[in-house]
Structures are given as C-alpha cells and as structure tokens.
C-alpha cells in the first residue's frame, strides 16, 4: 500500500460536517508526507502543520461532547472569544493547517494532472511551485518567500518521491498515480469543505508571517 492510501480520509456526510475526532486521527499522519520530499528544508511546513494538529487536539480533548465536529469548535471559540476571534485558538491553528493540506492537495493534483517540466520531467519542482504559490505564499513575508525558494530547489526528483509515497517500494508510475488519485477524493472534498466553512463563518485572516 501507499502512504497515502494507508490512511484515507473518509467520505463526508450530505451537510458536509466534519467529525473532530476522526478528521485528527487521519490528518495526524500527514506530516510524513514531507519526508518523503527529502530535504529538511521543508521541514518548517512540517512543524507548523504538527503543531496546528497538536493545538486543535488540546482543544478538542477538553470536551469530545461539546467539540464533535470541526465548526462546534469555531463556533464555541467565537462565542467565547468574539474580541479576539477568529485569530485565536483552534480556530487560528485551523486556518493555517487548512492552507498546509491545501499545498499538499494542489502539489499531488499537479502530480496526478501529468504537469511538468519537459525541459526537466524527472524533477518536481514545478508541482511544488504551483502548490506553494497557491496556497502559501500570500500569507508569507519576504524573509518567509526566500527560505521556501529553497525550498522549492531542493525538491526531490519525480522517481524518488514516487518510490517514497510508495514507502520505498518500486512500483509503476502509473500504478502510484492512480493511488495519489485515489487519495485525492475524499481529502480534496474534506480541505474544500474547511475552506467553505471559514468562508461561511467569516472565519478568513489574509495577514503574513
């Protein structure tokens, strides 16, 4: 199996709410996604989305009950907090992981959709490119853009990262594409869902780090 595949996310229900408890057990395994990149250059990435799930964790597990889904916690956080919010709490460490899943979603999209260099197809670079410039780089300030620029250069070449999702094992290319396809469904519906429901909320902050 792949990485991915080993832990998919699962499909939403009709109202599209999202269970607090089983969205943190499966988004918890996410941030090997990033050694599978090589370089510890991306390991900020990394952190930042292991300590946003540690924060909405802490959170979540002062009361199961009460925060069942995703928005019961951004709903109870605003009551609570209406000054400070939505920049507080689970409420902001969600808001920044969203953005991290959503780089990892377009990156493995990109992958999927066939794009690539042609000067260069064995490097993805290209697909980090994109990922980062969607996703991230509004919300970065110029010292932040200049380490991810590194970043995006040492992105590790197509053929490794392939064999890495498919932990180590040499297995076709387009066999893992297919299981990075597989893997996109529910999770792409589970990040959009996040996005539409800070949208609905008014929950969106556009500052940078």
Known sequence: MSLLLDNQFKELPPDKSIDTKLFLETVAHLPTFFDCLGSKVFSPIKSDISGNITKIRGIYLKDPTKYVTLQSILEAEREAHAAEWPKVGATLALMWLKRGLRFIQIMLQSLADGEKDENNPNLIKVNVTKAYE??????????????????????????????????????????????????????????????????????????TV
């Open 134 to 207: 969607q996703a991230l780089k509004k919300y970065h300030g110029w010292m932040v853009q200049k380490l991810f620029s590194a970043a995006l250069n040492a992105a590790p070449y197509r053929s490794n990262f392939l064999k890495s999702l498919s932990k180590g094992e040499e297995v076709k290319e387009d066999v893992c594409l297919a299981n990075v396809r597989q893997f996109l469904v529910n999770y792409t519906i589970t990040v959009d869902a996040i996005y539409e429901m800070y949208t609905d909320m008014n929950a969106e902050l556009d500052y």
